[in-house]
């Protein structure tokens, strides 16, 4: 009976591994395309920004950013998938809001400033329908939806504004301190030059804040949503259950599926079993008896290998 409800819980965390993994993939593969178009264009009679010149946008840089976030987390989907126990560290996951933030800023100002400008079909097509359209909105959703490992808090907001001022002040340096004539940039999105200065300026820092925390707040309540799920299951099927058997089951079933020298505690599914359960466990107990079954599982296992 223990077997069968942690192999019930080996398969949700499997499924969110794979949902992350699959959005991930999706978004990374897509930049690469848009990238690659671009750097092999070396004339766009509309765009003068191509081939090693476009790494001077903040389209193409944001996107970048956004796809070396989510590339990141690839490893750790895999690894959930090898040894049950899917996790992203903090700092992938603020990394990747940094980088949802800011192709979001690329997609509404495509949507809403550039596109009115110069055509719906010249922003959103050729790489433009990757790095503009395709890639920002697999980001937002991936993110916001299927990547709910962590909570986001204001300061967080914060530091995802990090890239987009980092940026406009290079890109301010760039065309009027340093201007086109002496080797800098023309102001080729028109922030400078075909609107006053200042309203591009007082306008860069509440709007990215706003989509940072719309972002943030959709991703948290996806975290809470699949907490709130988790604790329901949990609760359902552990919660009268003795936690030391469940702990000892688990345990076997991931030392049947693991090598020894790839031993790891699943504290985080075993403190969720512990908060909606009944018994008076602490986590240190229960963490002890999963090495402690694990390793002696592992020697059973091992024995019986040498017989076969």
């Not at 509309?46 to 944001?62: E, H, L, Q, W």
């Not at 790891?264 to 079993?273: H, Q, T, Y």
Request: positive net charge; hydrophobic residues 50%; proline residues 3%.
């Amino acid at each position: 009976m223990e077997k069968e409800k942690m192999n019930k819980v080996m398969k949700a965390t499997r499924r969110q591994c794979l949902f992350a993994m699959f959005s991930a993939l999706v978004v990374v593969v897509c930049v690469c395309i848009g990238v690659t178009m671009n750097l092999t264009t070396v004339y766009d009679e509309n765009f003068d920004r191509m081939g090693i010149r476009t790494f001077s946008m903040f389209t193409v840089n944001s996107n970048i950013l956004a796809a070396a976030g989510m590339a990141m987390i690839l490893p750790y989907t895999f690894d959930g998938l090898r040894k049950h126990n899917y996790h992203l560290p903090k700092w992938i996951v603020i990394l990747v809001y940094a980088g949802v933030t800011s192709v979001t800023l690329t997609f509404l100002v495509s949507l809403f400033i550039l596109a009115p400008v110069k055509g719906f079909v010249l922003i959103f097509t050729g790489s433009r329908f990757f790095l503009h359209g395709v890639c920002p909105v697999l980001a937002f959703v991936a993110f916001c939806f299927f990547m709910s490992e962590q909570k986001l808090s204001f300061w967080d907001s914060l530091l995802a504004l990090i890239p987009v001022i980092i940026y406009a002040a290079l890109y301010y340096i760039m065309v009027a301190v340093i201007g086109e004539a002496n080797g800098g940039w023309e102001d080729f999105y028109g922030f400078l030059t075909r609107i006053p200065s200042w309203i591009s300026i007082s306008l860069l820092i509440p709007v990215t804040l706003g989509i940072a925390t719309v972002v943030r707040v959709l991703h948290n309540r996806s975290y809470r949503q699949r907490r709130d799920r988790e604790a329901t299951y949990y609760r359902e099927v552990f919660g009268d259950a003795d936690i030391r058997k469940v702990v000892s089951a688990l345990a076997r079933a991931h030392s049947s599926s693991m090598k020894m020298r790839d031993i790891l505690i699943p504290a985080r599914v075993i403190s969720i079993m512990l908060e909606n359960n009944s018994g008076n466990c602490t986590m240190e107990e229960l963490c002890e008896l999963y090495l402690k079954e694990y390793m002696a599982y592992s020697e059973v296992m091992k024995i019986e290998k040498m017989w076969i």
